[in-house]
């Protein structure tokens, strides 16, 4: 089954301490992103990455690092969490342009995050 | 990418048609016209997309104006399943992505209920 997976799905830390949320896509997608989603603020790009080792920031980069070591794996590293990066964290993929408009794109199932 | 208005909340009965309007008056001719959902508790889901004609497809069907200033994602008879919020999201022609990669940009999007 074509799918967008993210671990964990819950997690609660307290700040300061270092923490990585997985993200692994199975459709051999070549573009992969990183979204927040806040009450009042809706669904907000952090990083995206065109391909392995290509990373750009979306919108609210602040506070997180990405890395894109495989096509598959796509990582949000927060090196130190802060209350304020308390959210709902979403992962995406989709094919590049492949010569038809559809460019769907997948997400995740989401990580509820709580920094204390 | 451009703006999309949508309203805030709908409301629907179940097995009756739903029709949420989309207004979008500063769309470019290349700019593609893409309904995104995102039930409670999932990450956001590909609806429909369309350029210019009406387009159908097992979830739902979207209505585009003539002159493209506007739109209508239609779910033909709407179940409690379908109670979920709807984004409207313009992106442009993948081969205009440019710098944004053809990113998703959600805005607040409209809120639809299903009553029983």
């Known amino acids: 089954e074509a799918q967008v997976t993210q671990n964990p799905r819950y997690l609660i830390t307290v700040t300061g301490k270092k923490l990585t949320v997985t993200c692994s896509q199975n459709?051999?997608?070549?573009?992969m992103s990183w979204y927040r989603q806040d009450p009042g603020l809706g669904l907000r790009q952090i990083y995206y990455?065109?391909?392995?080792?290509?990373?750009d920031k979306g919108d609210v980069p602040e506070g997180y690092k990405v890395s894109r070591k495989e096509k598959r794996n796509f990582p949000l590293i927060l090196e130190s969490p802060s209350p304020n990066q308390t959210s709902l964290y979403f992962c995406?993929?989709?094919?590049?342009?492949?010569?038809?408009?559809?460019?769907?794109?997948?997400f995740g199932p989401g990580t509820r995050l709580t920094v204390l | 990418d451009a703006k999309t208005t949508q309203p805030n909340s709908m409301e629907s009965n179940e097995e009756e048609p739903v029709h949420l309007p989309c207004n979008h008056s500063?769309?470019?001719?290349?700019?593609?016209i893409h309904w995104y959902r995102q039930l409670p508790s999932q990450g956001p889901e590909y609806v429909i997309h369309?350029?210019?004609s009406n387009v159908n497809n097992r979830m739902a069907s979207l209505a585009i104006a003539e002159d493209r200033k506007s739109s209508t994602l239609i779910l033909h008879r709407a179940t409690l399943r379908d109670a979920a919020v709807y984004y409207c999201?313009?992106?442009?022609?993948?081969?205009?992505?440019?710098?944004?990669?053809?990113?998703?940009?959600f805005g607040k999007g409209t809120k639809l209920s299903v009553k029983p």
């Open positions: 459709m051999n997608h070549e573009y």
């Open positions: 990455s065109m391909n392995v080792e290509v990373t």
């Open positions: 999201i313009l992106r442009r022609h993948p081969l205009n992505y440019g710098g944004s990669q053809g990113n998703l940009i």
């Open positions: 369309g350029l210019t």
């Open positions: 995406a993929s989709r094919p590049t342009y492949s010569g038809t408009s559809a460019d769907t794109q997948y």
């Open positions: 500063t769309i470019s001719g290349t700019d593609y």
